[in-house]
């Protein structure tokens, strides 16, 4: 157990020091996160620290995750959504010595993958993601608040970009001229999107807005899904927000800072898994609009991270943790390559899509 873990964070669950045993788990980068195990043989939750820093009120975390649980509890009672446990005094969180505390309970006989290693898991994991929102297809995204404000923005990012851009010193503009005229040739990417945003068939959904395969619990014997986890991006946003970065998180074996880039490839069967599985929950209320989008999504993300990256590295590594200097300018040739496979690669992945579609 973590040495400064206050026995008040226990406390205030009911529990003491002396009564459980605890061991941090989890390789989010976000988060701190353990396994609490009561010695009495009771069932196991996992206690989460939510970091302020990123997450500036959690307590809109709190009041979303509460309402989308309320709505479910009445119109989908059955269906598995991890919501925190109450306090001993009844609070949704704990807060202790500025810091915000939630209980979750722990789903026995279930994994989380950091890698994608089969076209099955893909599925499985699209299907999840794309089952949450559709039940939440008539819940009024009104009632939710952003949990961070302009999160998947591509305007605010590339307004980002172009600011970074303008004070960045000469030789770290030299450095990145190629990736910097990358960005400038895709700003097609934000007009497009502009161009779609207004009309009336392309809605505001509740979106996880953060869909990589850890988020998903499957079955550990099976594979199967069970449900969707580490819910605190679930705010209101376009189906390109889960649908895209899905397609940017598995569809290349390697990770975004693999800087060999001949392996930047885009797996054929595993898009396909992907596609059958998301549109198997989502083809009956996807519009025409986001129908026409399914493939721009994955665009709209990749590039969207590529800026960021990019941007990151011409502020001199404010945001994201580097273990070198250039190591953001290398995720963002990653981001860049991952997008030009995807024009490469783009009748296939449009015919697998209308397969689907049909």
Sequence with gaps: MELNLASEVLSAYGFTKEDTTITQIGTGLINRTYLLTPLAGQDKFILQNINSSVFKSPWIIANNLKAISAYLSLHDPDYLFIKPLPTT???????????????????PNTISLDV???PKQAFEAAKQFGKLSRLLDDFDTKSLQATIPGFHDLALRYAQFAKALAKAPEFVKVQAEKQIEDALNHKHILDYYISYSHRNDFPDRVMHHDTKISNVLLDEKTFDGVCVIDLDTIMPGKFISDLGDMMRTYLCACSENETDLSLIKIRIPYFEAMIKGYLSEMKS????TEKELILFSGRYIIYMQALRFLTDFLNGNMYYPVNYAAQNLDRAKNQFKLLQEIAINEKELQDIIAENLN
């Design 285 to 288: 209320i996807l519009t025409a």
């Design 116 to 118: 994608l290693t089969t």
């Design 89 to 107: 005094g009844g609070m949704q969180m704990a807060h202790i010595n500025e810091e915000f505390w939630r209980l979750l309970p722990f789903v």
